[in-house]
């Protein structure tokens, strides 16, 4: 455990980059010999779109690390947060704690409220408007929905108290778990069964990506599926049945160009009962 806690306080940038560049290239592979779905897509202009959102991403992430390093810091010294409050229990325990609260908040909760907050959601329906999920879409948002997801990870650091350390083991679950829930490939349902009662599996994430409510809003988590458990957003859905993307932005022209991705939040909002209205409404003449 020492030598883990050693590792991930001066784990090297150089190390994140094999990490997130040998996820992706594992799980490309992986999805190329068993796919879920087989795309009819151009995989590599699929995933130029996407990887160009992972460099915003990663920009932002850079522009406020000090920010976070400076949280870390003020916590670890004055002894403040959930870790420091349990350092009575085994520290094994205490950095399970501690990840699964840094996920709630840092993923789960800022995941629910882009859902819920008008605002937040015209940013992370790019997202969303992906029509075909693999593992590059892990990286697919807006540098929008970046700054909401670091300042989300940076209250999530001041409450659970996390060290130097906590933050670089959890950032690096969280790229890896990320990049598997959104390869393009399945689980057997009799292992998914046994590994989602505790983690966010490919089966369980696919349904979120559903193109139409109410599984658009399920299955939050990132690393943990407990919190999904817990409140009440978890739902079991083959698979198969999907449909990916989002109802308001299905066509090409405009999910699949990066300039129109990165306007569709300062676009009008759409309204998904008022599209289907008018529609309605077009027939009857």
């Not at 306080?9 to 087989?38: A, C, D, K, N, Y």
């Amino acid at each position: 455990m020492e030598r883990l806690i050693e590792y991930f306080s001066t784990m090297p940038s150089s190390h994140r980059t094999v990490l997130l560049v040998g996820g992706i290239t594992f799980f490309w592979m992986l999805e190329g010999l068993f796919p879920l779905f087989r795309f009819s897509y151009i995989k590599w202009k699929h995933a130029a779109t996407n990887i160009f959102f992972t460099i915003t991403t990663a920009i932002v992430n850079l522009s406020l690390a000090f920010v976070m390093v400076w949280t870390s810091d003020w916590v670890t010294n004055h002894q403040f947060g959930i870790m420091s409050w349990l350092d009575f229990l085994p520290t094994p325990i205490v950095i399970l704690i501690g990840l699964l609260f840094l996920d709630l908040i840092g993923a789960y909760g800022i995941h629910y409220l882009n859902h819920k907050v008008k605002w937040f959601w015209l940013f992370h329906l790019i997202h969303h408007t992906d029509t075909n999920v693999d593992t590059t879409t892990a990286n697919r948002h807006h540098p929008g929905e970046s700054f909401l997801r670091l300042f989300a990870t940076i209250l999530a650091v001041f409450v659970v108290g996390a060290p130097i350390y906590m933050i670089f083991l959890y950032q690096s679950l969280s790229v890896i778990f990320s990049q598997f829930n959104h390869a393009n490939i399945i689980l057997p349902e009799k292992l998914n069964a046994i590994v989602a009662c505790l983690f966010v599996t490919p089966n369980m994430h696919h349904v979120h990506h559903h193109f139409q409510q109410p599984l658009t809003d399920t299955n939050y988590g990132n690393i943990f599926s407990v919190w999904d458990h817990v409140f009440g957003t978890y739902a079991n859905v083959d698979n198969k049945m999907l449909t990916y993307g989002i109802d308001t932005h299905m066509s090409p022209q405009e999910n699949e160009p990066i300039k129109n991705l990165l306007q569709i939040p300062f676009q009008e909002y759409r309204d998904i009962k008022k599209i289907e209205d008018e529609k309605v409404d077009n027939r009857s003449y």
